[in-house]
């Protein structure tokens, strides 16, 4: 017999016996809207190996995404006029195509999001990310999990924090965090199994310890929920902290989060070309919709944007408390 705390088909976690599915909670299937955002994870290499990662990413990881995928993004970008483009990852500046697939969307006119853990800016090839980024107008999103190193370390791994901070500075000295088009947007997750702090207050100690300290300035703190699947999720069964998490998303189920579910406006790309609702959809490789076009090369807006979306028991980390998105909390 299957315990209440045992894994679920696809990884992802089971609810506490006493509790009702996400699909019951909200009591009715869950529908896009629009397609504002195509967010592209273009693999899973990275420079570093969170404990936090959802997507599992280290150096030692080999899906990049090809160039005909990136083409092919590019080619929805200006067929459909999305208007903004999020690139993530791993850290997706190490791909061969992240310059090229960059550029040739600025000049679609495109808002280009990048999810930049700043510790890369520090490896071979890579200095001139700064310039790069203000060049071309990148909105720069990039965790950090607490304004000192214990926390920051402890998540992210040993001398990050300081490597973090000295990024930051490069930010800063060619514009981020303080001219009009250059936005620099920090992300705050918890170090541990509980929820963030209200993103306002923690947003307000982030940029006063951080330029009290360090003089580090950024325009806005996320506070994203870390959602239990995947290495995170690895850590919650080694903590025997799976079921409490689980327990305390689904007490903090919040209905008011529904309507600003990243999902309702966003579709998500793997580096393969497939299609998902979200990057965390993605990870559980839990597709769209088998009547709907499963690939970036066979893309049809229309039928896409209003798609039903596949939810499972994860999705109580986007919907406890204030929420959780890509932009941070949603009331």
Wanted: glycine share 6%; net charge neutral.
């Amino acid at each position: 017999m299957q315990t209440a705390v045992q894994i679920q088909r696809n990884g992802k976690p089971a609810l506490p016996n006493s509790a009702i599915d996400f699909d019951e909670k909200i009591g009715a299937e869950l529908f896009a809207g629009t397609i504002e955002t195509l967010q592209v994870n273009v693999g899973k290499l990275c420079n570093q190996a969170c404990k936090h990662c959802h997507v599992d990413a280290s150096p030692k990881r080999t899906e990049i995404m090809p160039r005909a995928v990136v083409d092919a993004c590019l080619k929805v970008l200006r067929d459909y006029k999305i208007p903004i483009l999020d690139i993530t990852g791993g850290a997706p500046e190490m791909i061969p195509d992240f310059r090229y697939f960059v550029i040739e969307a600025r000049k679609l006119n495109t808002k280009i999001i990048v999810r930049h853990n700043l510790t890369v800016m520090f490896e071979e090839n890579q200095a001139d990310l700064p310039e790069f980024f203000a060049a071309n107008e990148v909105e720069v999103v990039s965790s950090l999990p607490y304004f000192m190193a214990t926390q920051t370390d402890a998540q992210r791994g040993i001398g990050v924090f300081d490597k973090s901070i000295a990024a930051l500075k490069k930010l800063n000295a060619v514009g981020y965090g303080a001219a009009e088009k250059l936005v620099l947007n920090l992300v705050y997750n918890p170090v541990g199994a509980f929820l963030p702090p209200a993103q306002t207050a923690i947003e307000t100690d982030f940029k006063r310890e951080l330029k009290s300290r360090f003089d580090v300035v950024f325009n806005n703190l996320f506070t994203i929920t870390n959602v239990p699947i995947a290495r995170f999720l690895d850590w919650l069964r080694r903590s025997n902290n799976e079921e409490k998490y689980m327990q305390k998303l689904v007490s903090a189920f919040n209905p008011a989060t529904i309507d600003n579910l990243m999902c309702r406006n966003l579709i998500s790309v793997d580096w393969r070309g497939n299609l998902y609702d979200c990057d965390f959809n993605q990870m559980l490789e839990l597709g769209i919709a088998a009547d709907l076009p499963p690939t970036i090369f066979d893309f049809d807006f229309e039928k896409l944007k209003r798609r039903q979306i596949a939810t499972a028991n994860h999705c109580f980390g986007c919907t406890a408390g204030s929420g959780s998105s890509c932009g941070g909390a949603m009331v």
